[in-house]
């Protein structure tokens, strides 16, 4: 089926970087998901968007609502640690209400 | 809020046995509820949605037979592989939808190895 290109597939930084992914489609969406899935377990919603346009923080992350409904982002502010993990977009498109998953970015932080 | 539960959440099997997966809201009510299958580094695949009181739809190329899906009450959806074997070995994740947007919430997994 459909999916979402998020990008990029993965990430090596530093601790302490800051981090920026991305998710677009040709199609319009109404929602915009982010998700956390660390290794074994189910994905953890982080951030919903609703409206073209939103910029919603939560913690160390920020994500916005592009103003052409097509797409995304998701930063991720002085990574730690923690953040290792996959994070996945999602979106529920418009002419249909169906939701689509991006592929996922893996990231992973150097020691 | 927005708590799903799902079990079990490993379970080894022989070839040809029947599993059992559970997924349970537990404190909200889902009208809907979704299963995926996801193989190593691959992301989310849908397999099916089902919503209370009736038939799963299940996406092109997933096995209504070989999956079986109930989803008798607001706040539980099972999956049974039936008659499972070892190409069925994967991580089979759940979620519930609650909300006006029927945002989905995950549960935890089960990891099924099939021997």
């Known amino acids: 089926g459909q999916q979402l290109n998020q990008s990029p597939q993965s990430m090596f930084i530093q601790e302490g970087e800051d981090v920026s992914m991305n998710c677009t489609s040709s199609?319009?969406?109404?929602?915009w998901l982010w998700y956390k899935q660390d290794p074994g377990e189910g994905p953890v919603l982080l951030i919903a968007?609703?409206?073209?346009?939103e910029l919603t923080s939560n913690g160390r992350l920020t994500a916005q609502f592009g103003i052409t409904r097509k797409d995304s982002f998701l930063n991720i502010s002085a990574s730690i640690p923690s953040d290792v993990g996959i994070y996945f977009c999602?979106?529920?498109?418009?002419?249909?209400?169906?939701?689509?998953f991006g592929k996922g970015t893996r990231l992973h932080i150097l020691p | 809020g927005a708590v799903v539960s799902q079990h079990p959440s490993r379970v080894i099997c022989k070839s040809g046995t029947s599993v059992k997966i559970e997924c349970r809201s537990l404190?909200?009510?889902?009208?809907?509820m979704f299963w995926y299958r996801q193989f190593p580094k691959q992301s989310l695949m849908l397999m099916a949605t089902?919503?209370?009181?009736?038939?799963?739809?299940?996406e092109q190329g997933v096995e209504k037979d070989k999956f079986l899906i109930n989803h008798a009450s607001l706040t539980l959806s099972t999956l049974t592989v039936t008659s499972a074997h070892p190409e069925d070995s994967s991580f089979y994740i759940c979620?519930?939808?609650?909300?006006?947007?029927?945002?989905?919430?995950f549960g935890a997994g089960t990891r099924l190895s099939v021997l």
């Open positions: 968007l609703y409206k073209a346009g």
């Open positions: 089902s919503n209370e009181g009736s038939k799963a739809t299940y």
């Open positions: 199609s319009i969406f109404n929602t």
């Open positions: 979620s519930a939808g609650t909300g006006a947007k029927n945002i989905q919430y």
């Open positions: 999602a979106g529920r498109r418009s002419r249909d209400d169906k939701i689509i």
């Open positions: 404190d909200f009510q889902a009208t809907t």
